[in-house]
């Protein structure tokens, strides 16, 4: 008999035939009150059975049990349960209730209290797809329809609950207590919390969800409805009542809960769920609980595990966000690049009908900052409240972080106007501070940085302190406090400087006088004067506010500041000199200034922004896209000669850096980017001179009249270009062919050759029987000699801004004529020049056999002082060994090849270049 009472366990019983049987009938009923925790959910009759008519029936039904009426045939009873059965929803069928149902007498109460117990039934399809989501995303609302359906994202947390709370309700002493459930805005603790109510509720516990109500009578009627519990004996274990946000329901509290529970002697297990913002103001957390002890504090992550991204794709199905679980897959990973560093970042870009009920949290717990005391006992007694601090270090970091600035500790503190120690005694770094602000080690800045939880909350809180999305006059007050705080000498007061004003399109954002104001609180705080600020005050006083007059006065002033001391990260004259060329230029199409004076004036910025240790792709491009500009700008006739020596330094510059790039297989996205850039920039600067623009007769004709030899470089760089596209080995021979004939001609005439001319020459043959030569093996050997020459000619012209990467070429061909001391003059050379690490050892080439393929050399392992080297006799030289992976032991031989970088060569044990 037990067996079959487990069996029946919170099902209904739907009895048939049973008029013969009555009194057996009976007698099975009245053994249901033997086993009270195994009751049905109902005893049905067909309305038409005769045993319907005893009177006496309703006596031998355990209490709390309801005899139901089903007007419907056996037929249409047994469709109606397959289909529930399929759809997990009960259909409205034609019950007629004979008894109470239990916990019937509850529901007048549910102004202010809900029976979870009562929802465990729905008359809402999974098809209502919009209904359930739009009750599923408003998670307030006392509804458990999706539950039903299993519509929720579980949490692997909410497990966890649900155990800890069965364990608390099942033990033997279990007195009244209370759990806490804590965690950010948006991390999902009232979804958390309705799905252990109603699974809680399934398994027969009577469980309350406390409502939201602005009746000043709530406390009267929750004592009302606990006396109602206990009068009617509706409970035989602990009742689990939920308290959501008891923060945010002035008209309830838990110590109203409490009193009312103990009144009736009716023993509570009280769960409350409340964002951690809010919880960690408390020293003690039973002031909250209204006295009664915290038996765990079961914190919901905002980071998601894996378990649960592996869950995500398939959950936007169910929701009808993704097609089908690939399309999931994506829109996770896309959702995850955009700062969606938790659950409530992911939840925000995945589920659009969230954001809505996402920003107000966030926004309520913004507000609610400043209505609370007790920041901490050390900083209660300063001038202004406790709940203030709070707040404004919410909105001092929110904005921060909304510029991608983390805010370091020493600022920070010095804005609030407390002390360091204050504040590390009041905030652990090591934990999440309040919910709120999260404490990360910031190596560059050599302190610990604050952030938000994500870029969203950061957003969101902006918009709260600008009073909407149109205007900037809180954040810009914000930041202004913020600068001005950065007095110190640590490096994380510059740093936090440079990381809001830089670049200046950050300020873009702002009116030009408040911008202004920005960059003079910081120039004005810091210690020392910051060229890298100044020339971007300059830049933004020129770009945003249109005066480029004052902008080349101020971007003077930051060529005659030096460095800020210690800089790592130093801001090179050469940037400055291309920002004072952009000002000159729109000081020449405004008529302010002489066009001679203005063309002069940008020809001379322009020579000083090169340098010969400076490579960066990005400034090439800016560069060149400059000159671009300028050449449309120098379209009369008097200009030509000019233009044309600006066209032949632009492609000159972009196609050295184009080379230092080439990194064929091994490219890497940036770098495809830069070359993308790059080649752009290529066409651009040829779009804006005429179509027939240096062609090599033209080009002779104004080297005859004018004396300058720009016009046959550009030419050059033009036939260069096209090879390149076309990567033909016959394109790059007419292109070196035409260098070789120009070069002769001015020989005969007996003048000399520009270095630019011997430049182009020199890259045309490097990339053609070089770079090609290592995939293109070619039938003739490649002349070294010939590279050495024009590699000599270049450099010695002492342009100092095309070395470095010219005296790389020149030690390249030295060394293949196995001339390694000259050579390694070359590469001592750029070693000295201290270019950044990156380019510096950058894989460039290989040691070469004479049809130019990668040559295999066979070598000795030798060990020094904590490196080892690669003696190879056949070329008389040993080599670093670059990475000794691989590398058998000393004294042993074995094969390699030798590759070169910029730091010179190395041996390598496998073809990095393949």
């Known amino acids: 008999m037990p067996l079959y009472f487990d069996s029946v366990k919170d099902g209904p019983i739907i009895c048939v035939g049973l008029a013969s049987l009555s009194q057996i009938a009976m007698e099975v009923f009245a053994e249901f009150s033997a086993h009270a925790k195994t009751l049905p959910r109902a005893i049905a009759f067909f309305s038409d059975d005769p045993i319907c008519q005893y009177a006496d029936m309703q006596s031998y039904v355990p209490e709390g049990v309801p005899l139901v009426k089903i007007h419907a045939g056996l037929v249409e009873l047994k469709e109606a349960v397959g289909k529930a059965s399929s759809t997990l929803y009960s259909l409205p069928l034609p019950f007629d209730s004979s008894g109470t ?17 009562h929802k465990l039934v729905t008359t809402v399809s999974k098809g209502e797809h919009n209904l359930l989501t739009d009750i599923l995303f408003q998670p307030a609302v006392p509804k458990w329809d999706p539950f039903m359906h299993a519509m929720d994202f579980q949490r692997t947390s909410t497990t966890t609950l649900l155990n800890g709370v069965k364990d608390l309700v099942q033990s033997k002493r279990f007195a009244s207590s209370s759990v806490v459930i804590e965690g950010g805005a948006g991390t999902g603790k009232t979804t958390a919390a309705k799905r252990v109510a109603y699974d ?48 945010e ?47 765990e504090i079961h914190k919901v992550p905002d980071d998601l595990d894996e378990d649960e991204v592996s869950r995500l794709a398939e959950y936007l199905v169910l929701l009808d966000i993704a097609s089908d679980n690939d ?53 209660k007694d300063a001038a202004m409240g406790a709940g203030g601090h709070l707040r404004k270090a919410y909105e001092y970091v929110a904005v921060a972080d909304h510029l991608k600035t983390p805010l370091p500790t020493e600022v920070l503190v010095s804005a609030l106007d407390i002390s360091y120690g204050e504040w590390v005694l009041a905030f652990q770094p090591d934990e999440p501070i309040a919910g709120l602000l999260y ?81 003079d609180a910081a120039l004005l705080a810091l210690p020392a004067q910051d060229r890298a600020i100044m020339h971007h005050k300059g830049i933004y006083v020129h770009k945003v506010g249109h005066n480029p007059e004052e902008a080349y006065r101020i971007l003077g002033q930051a060529l005659d500041v030096p460095n800020y001391p210690y800089e790592t990260k130093v801001e090179i004259d050469e940037h400055i000199h291309t920002s004072s060329a952009a000002c000159i230029l729109s000081q020449l199409k405004s008529g302010v200034i002489d066009r001679e004076e203005g063309k002069k004036r940008i020809v001379e910025h322009l020579n000083n922004a090169q340098s010969a240790s400076f490579i960066s792709a990005r400034a090439v491009h800016v560069q060149g896209r400059f000159i671009a500009e300028c050449l449309t700008e120098f379209d009369h006739e008097s200009d030509r000669v000019d233009s044309l020596g600006l066209a032949a330094k632009a492609l000159a510059d972009v196609d050295r850096t184009l080379i230092m790039l080439e990194t064929d297989s091994r490219m890497h996205e940036d770098i495809a980017t830069d070359r993308s850039y790059l080649e752009q920039v290529r066409e651009e600067v040829l779009d804006s001179m005429p179509v027939e623009a240096a062609p090599l007769t033209e080009a002779m004709e104004l080297w005859e009249k004018y004396g300058r030899q720009d016009g046959i470089v550009l030419a050059a760089r033009r036939m260069y270009g096209i090879a390149q596209k076309r990567n033909k080995g016959k394109d790059f021979s007419e292109a070196y062919n035409m260098c070789q004939k120009a070069i002769a001609t001015i020989h005969d005439r007996d003048e000399v050759p520009v270095c630019g001319l011997y430049e182009v020459m020199m890259h045309i043959y490097y990339h053609w029987r070089v770079r090609r030569g290592i995939y293109h093996e070619g039938a003739e050997p490649i002349d070294w000699e010939q590279m050495e020459r024009m590699g000599k000619e270049v450099l010695r012209s002492g342009d100092v801004h095309v070395q470095a990467f010219n005296e790389y070429l020149v030690g390249l061909a030295l060394a293949h004529q196995m001339l390694w001391s000259e050579a390694h ?32 050399i066979q070598g000795v392992v030798k060990s020094g002082v904590g490196r080892r080297y690669l003696w190879v006799s056949e070329l008389d030289h040993d080599f670093i060994i670059f990475n000794p992976n691989g590398w058998p032991e000393e004294g042993l031989s074995t094969h390699g090849y030798i590759e070169f970088s910029f730091n010179g060569p190395r041996a390598i044990k496998d073809l990095s270049l393949e």
């Not at 149902?101 to 117990?117: E, I, M, Q």
């Not at 769920?273 to 038996?295: A, E, F, I, M, Q």
């Not at 009073?467 to 007061?493: H, M, N, V």
Request: aromatic residues 10%; neutral net charge.
């Open 101 to 117: 149902t239990s916990y019937g007498s509850l529901s007048k109460y549910s102004d202010v209290a809900t029976v979870v117990n």
């Open 200 to 247: 809680l509720a399934k398994l027969g516990y009577l469980t309350v969800w406390i409502r939201t109500s602005l009746s000043q009578d709530t406390p009267r009627r929750i004592h009302e409805f606990l006396g109602a519990i206990k009068d009617e004996g509706q409970a035989s274990g602990p009742v689990i009542i939920f308290l959501d946000d008891p923060f």
């Open 249 to 295: 329901l002035n008209t309830i509290s838990a110590k109203d809960i409490v009193s009312a529970a103990n009144a009736h002697r009716l023993r509570i297990l009280l769960v409350i769920t409340g964002r951690s913002s809010d919880w960690h103001t408390y020293t003690d957390y039973t002031d909250v609980s209204g006295g009664l002890p915290v038996n």
């Open 327 to 379: 399309d999931g897959v994506r829109q996770v990973e896309s959702a995850r690049s955009k700062y969606a560093r938790d659950i409530f970042g992911l939840l925000y870009f995945l589920l659009p009908r969230t954001r809505a009920s996402l920003e107000q949290a966030v926004t309520g717990e913004y507000f609610r900052l400043g209505e609370r005391p007790a920041f901490d006992e050390v900083v």
């Open 439 to 519: 404490a990360e080690v910031n190596e560059e800045a050599e302190t610990v940085c604050y952030r938000t939880r994500n870029a969203l909350v950061s957003d969101i809180i902006v918009k709260a302190v600008n009073g909407g999305s149109l205007g900037t006059a809180g954040e810009f007050r914000i930041l202004r406090d913020l600068l001005s705080a950065c007095g110190g000498a640590a490096p994380a007061y510059h740093y936090f400087a440079q990381g809001v004003l830089i670049p200046y399109k950050k300020m873009q954002r702002y009116e030009h006088e408040q911008g202004v104001q920005l960059y």
């Open 825 to 856: 003059v070359y590469f001592k050379k750029i070693r000295d020049r201290r270019l950044p690490s990156r380019v510096a050892a950058e894989p460039r080439d290989l040691l070469l056999n004479e049809n130019g393929g990668a040559r295999l």
